[in-house]
């Protein structure tokens, strides 16, 4: 799955092709053999959380998660972040690869990915309504983050989720 990490920090590059529609905020982006649909933070708009799927793996959604911190001591290193998932009161927690991280300004923003959505967590945010995402673990990053939550709208999930297979399998 590293290797994914780095396919996907590739496939985020500037080059991508965006599909400017407007699913309750939700967009989606495609280029070459990799799908991205995903949502802004209501907290902060550069938190995202989303999924990606890879041509000829449709029936995969792998999590991917956008996050920053305006904390500049922080030295951000591929690991496994603990990331707590609250769908309307139903709560459950995932493991996350840290794939990149880079400086924007004053800002560390990093991706974490690597976890394939089981049909549990996919009919969840289906059916749901809101979507809270807390980092939790590690410790050492978790103390560096000013805002360690955010929420998020499934409102049109499952459509802008179509449309990414739609384009994966065609």
Known sequence: MRVLGMLLATF????????????????????????????????????MFGF???DHHCD?????????????????RQKDVDVELNVDGVVG???LDMVTSSDIGNLKVFA?????????????????????VKIVGPAALVEHLDIPEDTFTLR??????????????A
């Not at 309750?24 to 550069?46: I, K, N, P, S």
């Not at 049109?156 to 399998?169: E, L």
């Open 12 to 47: 985020f590059s500037l080059n991508a092709v965006a599909l400017a529609t407007d699913d309750a905020g939700w967009t989606q982006t495609d280029r070459e053999d990799l799908h991205r649909y995903e949502v802004h933070g209501d907290t902060v708009f550069g938190h």
């Open 93 to 95: 927690k995932i493991s």
């Open 156 to 169: 049109n999930f499952s459509v802008r989720r179509n449309a990414a297979h739609a384009v994966c399998k």
């Open 112 to 132: 974490l990915t690597n976890f394939v959505a089981g049909d549990k967590l996919l009919s969840l945010l289906d059916h749901g309504k809101t979507l809270k």
């Open 52 to 54: 990606i799927t890879k």
């Open 60 to 76: 995969e959604d792998i999590v991917w998660i956008e996050w920053s911190t305006a904390d500049g001591s922080v030295r951000l």
